[in-house]
Nanobody, 126 residues
């Protein structure tokens, strides 16, 4: 069974940087499309970024475009989310999810995904 474990969350000041990691186990991470999602208190979950199995297709949500970067290291079975110039509005629980390729191209909705991590909390505050 595929498992995803996020790490790297924490407290960061506005304008700072943070890198989140999503380690995939139980199957070759390179076989899956990966998405990052976030949910802030009192708000609906939103898609942050996604990367195709090959890495050729990458998408970002409008609110993070130009500030966040998604990339994967197949050798480490890990997908990263580099967060730069963070804002208080980025405060949320960030979770990664995996999807078996089906022909649908990212971005994906949370319900499209097949396996989910439990998330890591990012707090942006001075």
């Amino acid at each position: 069974q595929l498992q995803l474990v996020e790490s790297g969350g924490g407290l960061v000041q506005p304008g700072g940087s943070l890198r989140l990691s999503c380690v995939v186990s139980g199957g070759p991470s390179g076989d899956y499309e990966i998405g990052w999602f976030r949910q802030a208190p009192g708000k609906e979950r939103e898609g942050v970024s996604c990367i195709s199995r090959s890495g050729a297709i990458i998408r970002y949500g409008d609110s993070v475009e130009g500030r966040f970067t998604i990339y994967r290291d197949i050798s480490k079975s890990t997908v990263y989310l580099q967060m730069n110039n963070v804002e208080p509005e980025d405060t949320a629980v960030y979770s990664c999810a995996a999807k078996v390729p089906s022909g649908k191209v990212c971005p994906f909705s949370y319900s499209d995904m097949d396996s989910w991590g439990i998330g890591t909390l990012v707090t942006v505050s001075s």
